[in-house]
């Protein structure tokens, strides 16, 4: 009997083969990982993520030792009614990504001389384990079933990069530099290229020095309260910094032909989308069934209308990225995880009296409407709140020229001493905000809003309750709730 011959076999071809073996392992994988986590020990992957200075790393840590001592969370119903009889940390599942440094954080906030932890700079993980009596007949007839929680936090940064995987160098291009017409922080870059010819042939010290003016424009915008600053490795670049991947930037349209720079900008920046953006989608965020955005809004406000009208559509960005729907198990199993709940948390809301808390929420919920709009219709359940994870401040009320004022206090970051301020009214009416924004207002016409920052308070915890927050409860219900 003869044998087959073997055709050679090309490099495209072994690469094209190798990439569709390591799919349908990854599908096989995800095939009995969701099986097991439906039949027997279900897992909710949460994902957290924020928008600069938000406060993700504060939100972890304040609700994870508010579940592993839950005398602060009668908002969950299944924890005020008794059903969850213990919450314990886990070994994280995954062995390659860094393990939230809850210990570490939660130790910054509650020490001697109490200091806010780090900010997120790359992915890391942690899992709690809920020990939970079903409700209802099932409770009647079963014991305590397991319920593993997975929070995955990532940096908001790298977020809004996945609204690049759908843009050419040109688009990106394009959109940047006519954003950079408006704004001071772009005066220097846009100097930088107002000599330069995409055409001519490609340089290396050219290319450093255009992705450095670049980095340290989008350095100054974020510090100027902007949201749009894609690339956020550039921001955060970790063991990629110097890479080529990361030595790119924008430059006017025109023609690019090759071993010109604009050619080799442009392969850059496809080479960041295939080697820095997709990976990331495909080994963390794919995972994510309900996520938690947190978004600093009262420093937008602070920081003038254009910045509040920057927020907005990054707001409506960042949905595009969460594939939202209902998650059906078959779903699951044939199409992956779609985010089936978004949370969209304005933080800092101990910054403001209570009586003006609804107010922010009305602010959030505007400022999110587009994108709330779009993951509701593909089935998603969304929702908009005001919050504090950690609470840093005290109410009082002061009459001041005849008239009541409510006041906030705490310890002033600056200068470390403690004091009572009044930050400004907030417009009832959302329009009365989002309308200058829209019309590309440079000021706010009736009033400006100050934002003071606080170092937290010395605390003294009781048995069996975690750090003083408000509402990390009802967010949590809101997240996890259907789930214990």
Not at 457 to 484: S, W
């Amino acid at each position: 009997m003869s044998l087959p011959i073997l055709a050679p076999t090309s490099k495209g071809q072994v690469l094209v083969i190798t990439t569709i073996a390591d799919g349908v392992s990854r599908t096989i994988e995800g095939v009995g990982n969701t099986v097991s986590e439906q039949l027997f020990e279900p897992v909710i992957k949460l994902g957290v993520t924020g928008l600069s200075r938000a406060g993700k790393t504060v939100f972890i840590t304040s609700l994870v030792a508010n579940l592993l001592d839950r005398g602060r969370m009668s908002g969950v119903q299944a924890i005020n009614s008794g059903r969850v009889s213990s919450v314990v940390l886990q070994p994280q599942p995954d062995d390659t990504i860094a393990r939230f440094d809850y210990e570490a954080h939660l130790a910054d906030m509650l020490g001697t001389k109490p200091e806010w932890p780090d900010s997120t700079r790359s992915v890391s993980q942690l899992r709690l384990s809920f020990r939970v009596q079903p409700a209802g007949l099932l409770g009647m007839v079963s014991g305590p079933k397991t319920i593993h929680l997975d929070i995955i936090d990532y940096p908001g940064e790298w977020l809004l990069d996945l609204g690049l995987m759908d843009k050419t160098y040109s688009q990106w291009s394009t959109e940047v530099l006519k954003r950079l017409e408006t704004r001071a922080a772009g005066a220097e870059y846009r100097g930088q290229i107002a000599n330069i010819d995409g055409t001519t042939k490609f340089d290396e010290v050219i290319s450093k020095g255009l992705a450095g003016a670049f980095t340290d424009y989008l350095h100054q915008a974020r510090k100027d309260g902007f949201y749009d600053c894609t690339p956020g490795r550039f921001l955060l670049p970790g063991d990629m910094a110097g890479s080529p991947a990361l030595t790119f930037a924008p430059l006017p349209d025109g023609a690019a032909p090759r071993r010109s720079l604009r050619r080799e900008m442009e392969r850059r920046f496809e080479a960041y989308k295939s080697k820095v953006v997709k990976p990331f989608f495909r080994d963390h965020f794919s995972k994510i069934d309900r996520q938690v955005v947190l978004v600093d809004a009262l420093g937008a406000i602070h920081s003038g209308p254009q910045a509040v009208e920057d927020l907005r559509a990054a707001m409506t960005d960042i949905l595009g990225a969460f594939r939202p729907g209902r998650n059906a198990f078959l779903t699951q199993l044939l199409l992956g995880k779609r985010v089936d709940k978004i949370l969209f948390a304005a933080t800092k809301a101990d910054h403001l009296h209570q009586s003006q808390h609804e107010a922010l929420s009305d602010i959030m919920s505007a400022l999110t409407r587009d994108a709330r709009d779009r993951a509701q219709f593909a089935g998603a359940k969304t929702a908009a709140m005001a919050i504090a994870s950690l609470r840093a401040t005290v109410e009082e009320t002061r009459t001041h020229n005849g008239e009541n004022l409510n006041l906030v206090r705490g310890i002033l970051t600056e200068t470390g001493k403690e004091a009572a301020l009044f930050a400004g009214e907030l417009p009832r009416d959302p329009a009365k905000l989002l309308i200058p924004a829209k019309e590309g207002a440079e000021t706010w016409l009736d009033q400006d809003f100050s934002v003071m920052s606080f170092d937290p308070y010395p605390v003294e915890l009781e048995p069996g309750f975690g750090p003083p927050h408000i509402r990390l409860d009802k967010a949590t219900e809101f997240l996890i709730g259907d789930r214990l």
